[in-house]
């Protein structure tokens, strides 16, 4: 049942095809800040030589004792300092649309090893409507970073960061925080089955008053059981899976992802694979900071690689012998 993370992987020809679009990019980022390192100073530069031309000119005609600072020459100053501001974001133009395309031009490129990869920021996923909520518990406010989908080989899938809060201001609470991969089951389950890390025992009875239809299930292995609760609406379709391939899944997840239990859900013909995790998987450098494939491009694959794997295998949770 197990899958390995390099099955993943793109290919060296690939990852050739991916340097290549890294260099091609590079060229541009570079040219950008080569623009941006003379527009500045002679924009900004221009501006205060005229500042300083026409003050020498009111001295002309300003009382001696107000020279430099009479009141036209302040209107002046108050002039140029908001010229320079204009000029100086009118030279940092070319390095301002690079930087608003340098996510939507280099994921792309980065994940293109990946068939019919889309790619968004900020924007709803389509899957998340359908994430059982009792996966994440209660919430009021969501907030999405990178919204990564595709199909790489037969594995469909939507991959998302996500922040989801309960409350406002200081009093709110993290329900989740992380990643979360969606795909399509390979086997629908009749119902809701969910594995979510265990919470102290008065959360979990308020919790069983209110969502009365989720019944708790063990998996009969004591280290599983007191790290994860199984509910469900399906016990006898659930059972099996949860004393099955569902627990042999998260013992391996629990290898991969010790810090924070990940955390499974699916929902009809609806997987979810949840990732605890403060870190922006998909975190790229600064504009003015030269972008190196084994720096910054490798590990980001090397993630994606390691989420797919991951979603792989929990697939195969409800899947027959030999299905794929």
């Known amino acids: 049942m197990m899958v390995e993370t ?34 500045v100073p002679l924009f900004v530069g221009l501006t205060l030589v005229a500042v300083a031309l026409i003050a ?25 300092f908001a010229a320079s501001i204009l000029l100086y974001f009118q030279a940092m133009k070319p390095a301002t649309r690079l930087q608003q395309s340098f996510r939507d031009t280099l994921l792309p490129i980065i994940f293109g090893f990946i068939r019919d990869v889309r790619y968004q920021h ?8 359908r994430l059982p909520r009792e996966a994440v518990g209660p919430f009021n406010r969501q907030a999405f970073d990178d919204v990564v989908s595709g199909r790489y080989e037969d594995f469909p899938f939507e991959l998302y960061e996500a922040e ?24 629908p389950f009749p119902g809701i089955l969910v594995a979510t890390r265990r919470t102290n025992a008065v959360v979990s009875f308020f ?21 994860y609760e ?34 499974v859900a699916l929902n009809g013909g609806d997987g979810f694979l949840l990732l605890p ?11 003015s900071v030269p972008l190196d494939y084994t720096r910054h491009v490798a590990p980001m694959i090397s ?4 989420m797919l794997a991951t979603a792989a295998l929990v697939r195969k949770i409800g899947a027959k012998d030999g299905a794929r």
Request: no cysteine; glycine share 8%; proline share 6%.
């Open 6 to 39: 390099a099955d993943f992987m793109p290919s060296e020809t690939v990852i050739a095809g991916i340097r290549r679009d890294i260099e091609a990019y590079e060229a541009a980022r570079a040219s950008a800040v080569r623009q941006v390192r003379w527009r």
């Open 56 to 80: 020498w000119l009111f001295n002309k005609v300003a009382d001696p004792n107000e020279q430099w600072f009479s009141t036209p020459h302040v209107f002046l100053y108050v002039l140029g």
């Open 122 to 129: 900020g924007g709803r996923p389509n899957s998340f409507d």
């Open 164 to 187: 989801l809060r309960e409350g406002t201001g200081k009093g709110s609470s993290t329900a989740f925080k992380g990643v979360i991969v969606a795909f399509e089951a390979i086997e």
């Open 207 to 227: 919790r069983g008053m209110f969502a009365s239809r989720m019944q708790d299930l063990s998996s009969g292995e004591p280290l599983l059981d007191a790290a």
């Open 230 to 263: 199984f509910r469900t609406d399906n016990v006898e379709a659930a059972r099996p899976l949860v004393t099955g391939r569902l627990a042999q899944a998260l013992k391996w997840l629990g290898e991969t992802w010790p810090d924070d239990p990940a955390r």
């Open 277 to 287: 995790q403060a870190k922006n998987f998909f975190e790229l450098p600064e504009i």
């Open 303 to 306: 993630d994606m690689g390691a």
